[in-house]
């Protein structure tokens, strides 16, 4: 039987807090220690977020506690009752679930609006100027489209660990292969990465329609298509490159 109880945010960041104090360390080596921000720390000993489940092994070893103290926020000096592991264990589940269910669906209410606002757009610049149909600005906003679901839908902002143990430019998750040249990729920059992604994609899809049907209507779209395409592929690969570098 699993008894599904809340973790204490506040008590398992003070208890984290004091086991880093304990240990020495300031929140940025804490940080470097798990290829995380010191910003990520910080959050924690607020107690204004958790860590992801998969950080709870790591982030106890390096705190000289067990996964169990973590969760409960505070040392244990005896062996657990049966009933007080399934509780615990029960926490790591729910912890689990819980971030994948608000992150995904938080991300797919934002992917869903945005998608339904760049159609109705689309709807008012094509009756406002039939001609806007027969241009490549559609190719550009179904990539756009195309690429927000990847980022808002099925990106993984948590890596594999040898991302932290290895150089690697580039991160492969299926049929998707993105490469970052110049920067190393992983766990301390990912997420940031896809953030930035998924911002400037969503961005895209409502602000691209309307900078398109302005030079069209300005008769000048032929003439500068190429170089606003290149500005706004330009800009995203030096945003990611950006925030990359930042967080590295």
Known sequence: MFFMYEIDNQKFGEFVAALRKEKGYTQKELAEKLFLSDKAISKWERGL????????????????????????????????????????????????????????????????????FSILEFGILIWQDVNLIQKDIFVLEALFALFGAWFCLFAKEQLPTYYDENELHYVSDGVFRMNIPFIRIHNSNWPYIVKCCRYWMLGSMILFPVVSFLLVTAGLWESSQKAVTLIWIFGLFGTILGTGKYYE
């Open 49 to 116: 977020s958790l860590p992801d489940i998969a950080l709870l092994e790591p982030l106890a070893d390096i705190l000289g506690v067990t996964v169990a103290e973590l969760l409960k926020g505070e040392r244990i000096h005896a062996a657990l009752e049966p009933q007080e592991m399934d509780e615990l264990l029960g926490k790591t589940i729910h912890l689990s679930d819980n971030q994948k269910h608000v992150h995904s669906g938080f991300h797919k209410m934002w992917y869903l609006f945005v998608l339904g």
